[in-house]
């Protein structure tokens, strides 16, 4: 994780040990829980346990090769994120064998010892006492339904599983209150600016800057706005519980009676709306444009490792934005995020796939507000330029890693902005096999930082945020493997001629990346071809 911020000070907004009211609120807001613009000087940050907490959201929503449908387990997915001394040790979330919180336990072991972890779902009973046997510091969770849900057949009592659902919120209850980690709520209430600031820049991101240079005349606004709108849509639904009355019940189920009168009743419910207003102009900044833009390589695969498919590229570069929403230059928000592919397949919904590290751009560890300088070029006097004091997120990313980068395994870096020359060798050296990003600067020099050697990086293969061109569609997708055919559909054919896999509405194949958004109901069949099973 990038820069601590122990200087800034943490007003936690917790359910359960402390009542919350109005006045609690106000105070959390006073104490600087986002750093306020006006005194600061700079833009709105998101403080860590929002950070953290939005992640847990984002993970819960990873995208899944075949859907988490566990026999005889009620629970639903969940996402996790795991702190060690404020630096991300772990993203997860739930598979078809674990729950979120079972998978950090694996993963973790006896490192969770102090570790701080935020769920997207108050984790059940089976989670809970292994993380409390772990002697986790604090585990903080979002109020909506819980990992096995209190709401699905709320209508029919005497269904069992409903009974089961409301033994397990008993059970959660009294291992919570016997438990020695903090269990709670943390939801902190952003700065007036927040919402505005994260929409700006997230529609003003590299992503949509490189769709309107490519395309003048396109409206990107309105892109981004439809954008935002369906996945407000898709957000409220998954995370939000609209009906009062039945939050009412799930928060008074879960041991948060508190919350349950006003104000802190409408506040809390405030406050999540929010943070799902975050997370979805986020979200919007890599758009989903009927696969017309993804990440490609200029060049041809040749002999590296495939690329990942465009739904985990977006989701992971997603991470990475979202991570820029604590940087410390107003100006140019940055997130990268580090991912590799291990040897054996995991029992995390992430699949192979791991945390080594993630960062956003900031000041050096420690430092107190103005002991550097803020300014930009616009600022005469060079040596008065931030530009000589501000850590990079690749560079946070690759120093605060929470695991080694193997040779033998393809290490992925993901960043929101083309890496500039002062990164390029160190992710390099590094031992990043693939890096996903945009070269909207890149060949640019900018006053005092310049981008001119991501082109000749050697050795890292790079993904780039363009334009899908029919070469693209038959070089770029990844070999499907045999699992993944067989749960889209049936009928798998094979022939010599070629390694891309083929899916037929009527007349017409679509190659399987452009059509594997689409119902899949309506395929004719499929043809696997030249596939090695
Ligand atoms: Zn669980
Ligand atoms: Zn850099």
Redesign the pocket.
């Known amino acids: 994780m990038a820069a601590s911020d122990s200087r800034r000070s943490y007003g936690d907004f917790e359910g359960n040990r402390s009542i919350p009211n109005g006045e609690e609120v106000r105070n959390v807001r006073d104490t600087g829980v986002q750093t306020d613009a006006k005194v600061q000087g700079q833009g709105p940050r998101l403080s860590k346990a929002n950070l953290f907490t939005l992640l847990s959201l984002w993970m819960e929503l990873f995208p899944k090769k075949e859907p988490c449908q566990r026999e005889n387990d009620p629970?639903g997915d969940s996402g996790l994120v795991v702190v060690h001394e404020r630096r991300v040790l772990g993203l997860h979330c739930s598979s078809v064998q674990l729950?979120a919180?079972?998978v950090a336990v694996v993963k973790h072991g006896p490192r969770l010892k102090g570790c701080d972890l935020y769920f997207s779902r108050k984790?059940?009973s089976?989670?809970l006492k292994m993380l409390i046997n772990a002697g986790v510091n604090r585990i903080s969770y979002w109020p909506g339904d819980a990992?096995i849900g209190l709401l699905s057949d709320r209508h029919d009592h005497a269904d069992s599983s409903h009974q089961e659902a409301i033994l397990d919120a008993t059970a959660a209850e009294r291992l919570k209150s016997n438990s020695r980690p903090h269990i709670c709520v943390l939801l902190q209430p952003l700065d007036s600016t927040m919402l505005q600031f994260v929409e700006e820049t997230s529609q003003n991101c590299d992503f949509f800057g490189k769709i309107a240079a490519d395309n003048p005349t396109l409206d990107v606004a309105d892109i981004f706005r439809k954008e935002r709108w369906n996945n407000l849509n898709d957000f409220l639904e998954k995370f939000f519980i609209n009906d009062e009355e039945q939050h009412m019940y799930v928060l008074n189920k879960m041991g948060l009676e508190n919350f349950c009168v006003e104000p802190n009743f409408s506040n809390l419910r405030q406050h999540m709306r929010n943070l799902i207003r975050i997370l979805t102009s986020v979200a919007a900044s890599v758009p989903v444009l009927q696969d017309e833009y993804g990440f490609f390589m200029r060049e041809p695969l040749g002999t590296g490792s495939p690329a990942l498919p465009q739904d985990v590229i977006r989701h992971c570069i997603i991470q990475a934005r979202l991570l820029a929403c604590r940087t410390e230059d107003p100006k140019v928000g940055v997130g990268a995020v580090i991912w590799a592919e291990g040897k054996q397949s995991q029992c995390d919904g992430t699949g192979r796939l791991y945390l080594v590290g993630c960062g956003y751009n900031a000041y050096p560890v420690g430092s107190q507000y103005a002991e550097y300088p803020q300014l930009d070029h616009k600022q005469k006097e060079r040596q008065n330029r931030k530009y000589r004091y501000i850590l990079h997120a690749e560079q946070n990313a690759l120093t605060f890693r929470s695991a080694e980068i193997k040779e033998e395994e393809n290490t992925m870096m993901f960043v929101t902005k083309c890496p500039c020359d002062e990164c390029v060798p160190l992710i390099g050296c590094a031992g990043i096999k693939q890096i996903y990003t945009t070269d909207l600067d890149s060949n640019k020099v900018k006053h005092d930082i310049s981008y001119l050697r991501f082109d000749k990086l050697n050795g890292v293969q790079k993904f780039i945020w363009q334009q899908k061109s029919a070469r693209h569609t038959s070089e770029q997708a990844a070999p499907p493997t045999a699992s993944e055919c067989f749960c889209v559909l049936g009928a798998v054919y094979t022939t010599p001629f070629s390694t891309t896999l083929f899916i037929r509405f009527g007349r017409s194949f679509e190659p399987y990346h452009a059509v594997e958004k689409c119902h899949y109901t309506t395929m004719a069949f499929l043809r696997l071809e030249n596939a090695n099973f």
């Open positions: 629970a729950h919180g079972q984790p059940c089976t989670c990992e």
